[in-house]
């Protein structure tokens, strides 16, 4: 089973700073199954990047993902107020699909 | 619209079988498998596993084979999520979520739409 760890846990920024979020898999990740998504308090998680750096249907174009191979980055250009979530990455292999245990980005 | 709209919070005993449900309407169900989520208060997410509406093809994961069973009805376009015999330890948010697949391109378009949450809480 492949294992993803993110780093890092919590990254503390003000609005209008850049995030950069880290994904880091125990093996080689085929790119085409690497995708991002987005939790705020209470609310279902929502789907932001998939094939690692394609956007999902109306994400804004602040946030990015790149990568390859077993380190995948998630980049908010310029923090907007409701970006304050947290962050998890996904992969699928081996018939198998599996969460990083998420970045949380807060206020500073 | 696209929507997934699962059944409502549960209160249960250890030891109960609840069914949770997940309905998916405003789009075509062959397209799409259903996945199944855990969120535990306070924690991060957990693939429990994923059906195939059309022919209840599911694939399970190894930390969840035995522990739940998932199925489907396609006819009312629903997949469920089922215990035979709950624990404490499963009280958690259970979240449904879609995922492209046909053909030879699957899931590679992540779980793009989400049901809103079943919580389950187990306390005797």
């Known amino acids: 089973e492949i294992v993803l760890t993110q780093s890092p846990g919590t990254l503390s920024l003000s609005p209008g700073e850049r995030a950069t979020l880290s994904c880091r898999a125990s093996q080689s990740v085929s790119s085409t199954y690497l995708a991002w998504y987005q939790q705020k308090p209470g609310q279902a998680p929502r789907l932001l990047i998939y094939g690692a750096s394609s956007r999902a249907t109306g994400i804004p174009d602040r946030f990015s993902g790149s990568g390859s191979g077993t380190d995948f980055t998630l980049t908010i250009s310029r923090l907007e107020p409701e970006d304050f979530a947290v962050y998890y990455c996904q992969q699928y292999g081996n018939s198998l699909f599996t969460f990083g245990p998420g970045t949380k980005v807060d206020f500073k | 619209e696209v929507q997934l709209v699962q059944s409502g919070a549960e209160v249960k005993k250890p030891g109960e079988s609840p069914k949770i449900s997940c309905k998916g309407s405003?789009?075509?169900?062959?397209?799409?498998?259903i996945a199944w989520v855990r969120q535990m208060p306070g924690k991060g997410l957990e693939w429990m596993g994923i059906?195939?509406?059309?022919?209840?093809?599911?694939i399970y994961s190894p930390s969840f084979q035995g522990q739940v069973t998932i199925s489907a009805d396609k006819s009312i376009s629903t997949a469920y999520l089922q215990w035979s015999s709950l624990k404490a330890s499963d009280t958690a948010m259970y979240y449904c979520?879609?995922?492209?697949?046909?053909?030879?391109?699957?899931?590679?378009?992540?779980?793009?739409?989400w049901g809103q949450g079943t919580l389950v809480t187990v306390s005797s």
């Open positions: 405003g789009y075509s169900f062959t397209n799409y498998w």
């Open positions: 979520a879609r995922t492209y697949c046909t053909g030879t391109s699957c899931y590679t378009k992540g779980l793009d739409y």
């Open positions: 059906i195939y509406l059309g022919d209840s093809r599911t």
